[in-house]
């Protein structure tokens, strides 16, 4: 089963998604201050499988 991972356009910077085999990650998104906002129409991530939201270092 593939991950079904998609971001929407509700947020100003959308979020990125890359999957390498059971292994999904999620950069991007919007930060303001020290808040960081994902959106997503579908967010789905298969049994065996991890997503690992690679944030910046200040969040």
Do not use: R
Request: proline share 5%; charged share 10%.
């Amino acid at each position: 089963m593939l991950a079904q991972i998609t971001p929407d356009a509700s947020i100003v910077n959308s979020s990125n998604v890359k999957i390498a085999d059971s292994f999904i990650i999620i950069q991007g998104g919007t930060q303001v201050g020290e808040n960081l906002f994902h959106s997503f129409s579908e967010l789905d991530v298969p049994t065996g499988s991890s997503a690992y939201f690679n944030n910046p270092l200040d969040i």
